[in-house]
């Protein structure tokens, strides 16, 4: 009888009725019918009501509420969508026994696993957020929850990496800003994200490892065939080749420059193959290289079918001015210097000018000239990172709104995400390739002025040291007060993260790709604010509190009227 504790006299219980019996932390739901005793959890899975008041008809107890079914005899759930926990009763002296031992952790957690990807298919949210809670109960950590929602992630995202994959890494790293059940709350918000972008999705075929010493002669003429693959978009066999690339052994480090030498031959996709690139290796940091050929080969397609920006014309005038420069001429060494040096404030502000306010070709001419005068490349992303920040701030908030025009919020946030992603690569990478990266950030955070509002006033800062207002005035919507506490906050700088990261975490937006780009943007900021201090901070405020166009249909059907009447976009026709 270990484990048994005495609950009630069995002439207690109603017959044909239900009876509440508590103990410690448990509230236990006691039955009596013409078959026995039984007892379950209390709260019923679906909206949490009390299962004690259901009816019972035979062996199955009906929740009162909205008519799930349960059969006592083993928690299975036979209408609705989860089963409850019962426990062994014995009955003794006409007392009620009940066996509150829990099963052992290694007993119960892969049915637990098995039940959050079941619930991960269905796009239940409440029922992952509970078996998240439920793992972490019996001592899962956190990484092997998102090392669930990864394979499922990445084993059906159609088209490789993706927002969603991307989010579930930033919200393992937002989970340490919390303490005790909270922090779930990140993971069970990316988790939520993945499963609604892959609904329904089955996995997506890949090609089989390739072998590396049989088709390319050795591990590095391997290696230096993956770009070239890429840039030829012969995606099935640069994956092969990568899966090979892998069995084979190559490192860690061979492998993620060979990514970066892909990412930066071209400005990919807006710049999330390099913000996928940083999100991936950095996830395997935490959830282990083993799981290498779950989460790098989706990387291959979401590279090799990226709209290459460098081709598109309004990118020509920048590109002929960053082709005419020999980026694999030896660096200064001063180019690879240490972050710890300072850049003369001088020439920071006036390369930050240039690429705030001058033209396309002064922004590569401005960066050129300061990596050969020997400038740290850190010390110039550093500037970059400003200027992403400012444009945040500066961002038409208006325009995110009007459905007649094309400039969203996403338009601007992605300059601050890719920075991010960019002195990573620099940290891991430092050479002409990254290099290449830097100059695409240039690009990006000056090209993005025409999405500035036109005579903004600066917001004040307003002093004060409660981490909470922030968070409250995102909550409310109000960006200038948001931007206005974080700009005059003076107290602990982990409060004010913490702050943003709830707020990020929280359900700042309804669209999954609101949800991704709040994540994403906010993690960001937080990194850079390290080298950027309160900036990037407050734009990250700016952006989560500011109303956003969320729903697309409105604009979608503009478009489709455009559609039918054949006006492409840009056409300054009537
Ligand atoms: S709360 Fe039980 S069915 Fe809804």
């Not at 033209?359 to 992303?381: F, H, K």
């Not at 459905?403 to 890719?418: E, N, R, S």
Request: charged share 20%; proline share 6%.
């Amino acid at each position: 009888m270990t484990g048994f504790v005495r609950a009630t006299s069995t002439a207690d219980i109603p017959d044909g009725r239900g009876k509440l019996w508590r103990h410690g932390d448990k509230r236990i739901a006691l039955f009596r019918t013409q078959a026995g005793v039984y007892a379950a959890d209390n709260r019923c899975p679906h909206e949490g009501y009390g299962l004690k008041d259901g009816d019972i008809r035979g062996d199955v107890l009906t929740c009162a509420w909205h008519n799930w079914k349960f059969r006592l005899t083993d928690g299975t759930c036979v209408f609705g969508g989860e089963n409850i926990r019962t426990y062994p009763v014995s009955i003794r002296d006409g007392w009620v026994y009940v066996d509150l031992t829990d099963p052992a952790p290694e007993e119960i957690s892969p049915q637990l696993f098995a039940s959050l990807l079941e619930a991960m298919g269905d796009v239940d949210t409440g029922r992952l957020a509970r078996d998240t809670m439920r793992l972490r109960a019996i001592g899962t950590p956190l990484t092997e929850v998102v090392r669930a929602g990864v394979t499922y992630g990445a084993t059906r995202a159609e088209y490789g990496w993706n927002h969603s994959l991307a989010t579930l890494a930033d919200c393992l790293t937002m989970a340490s800003a919390f303490e005790g059940p909270l922090s779930t709350l990140p993971v069970i918000q990316g988790l939520a994200t993945v499963s609604r972008t892959e609904v329904r999705r089955p996995a997506r075929p890949r090609p089989d490892p390739a072998d590396v010493a049989a088709e390319y002669g050795s591990a590095a003429d391997g290696l230096a065939a993956f770009p070239a693959l890429i840039d030829a978009e012969r995606g099935d066999e640069a994956e092969a080749l990568l899966r090979g690339l892998l069995v084979a052994g190559v490192s860690r480090e061979q492998i993620r420059r060979a990514f970066l030498t892909a990412i930066t031959d071209h400005f990919l996709g807006y710049g999330h193959p390099m913000i996928y690139c940083q999100k991936a290796f950095d996830l395997l940091d935490r959830i282990g290289w083993s799981e290498a050929d779950t989460v790098l080969p989706p990387l291959v397609p979401a590279i090799t079918w990226s709209t290459r920006y460098d081709r598109l014309p309004y990118m020509r005038r920048f590109v002929q001015a960053w082709q005419e420069a020999d980026l694999a001429e030896p660096m200064p060494a001063a180019a690879t210097a240490g972050p710890d040096a300072q850049f003369p404030a001088a020439a920071s502000q006036g390369l930050r000018r240039v690429l705030l306010d001058g033209m396309p070709q002064d922004a590569v001419a401005g960066v050129l000239s300061a990596v050969r005068g020997g400038v740290p490349v850190p010390w110039i992303i550093d500037v970059i990172s400003s200027v992403a920040a400012a444009r945040l701030g500066r961002f038409d908030i208006d325009s995110d709104t009007d459905d007649t025009k094309d400039a969203g919020w996403l338009d601007v946030t992605h300059t601050l995400t890719y920075v991010n992603a960019l002195r990573w690569a620099w940290s891991a990478n430092p050479g002409p390739a990254v290099l290449r990266g830097v100059l695409h950030a240039a690009w990006f955070v000056q090209w993005t002025a025409k999405f500035d509002a036109e005579g903004a006033a600066p917001v004040t800062p307003r002093r004060g040291s409660d981490a909470g207002a922030v968070l409250q005035a995102i909550r409310k919507r109000d960006p200038d007060q948001a931007v206005a506490l974080v700009k005059g906050y003076d107290g602990a700088a982990a409060k004010l993260q913490t702050a943003l990261t709830q707020a990020a975490a929280e359900d700042n937006s309804t669209a999954s790709i609101m949800v991704a780009h709040a994540v994403k943007t906010t993690t960001a900021a937080i990194a850079e604010s390290r080298a950027g201090g309160r900036a990037p901070l407050a734009a990250a405020a700016r952006f989560l509190a500011a109303p956003k166009r969320e729903r697309f249909v409105y604009q979608a059907t503009l478009d489709a009227i455009d559609f039918i009447q054949g006006r492409a976009k840009g056409d300054t026709q009537t």
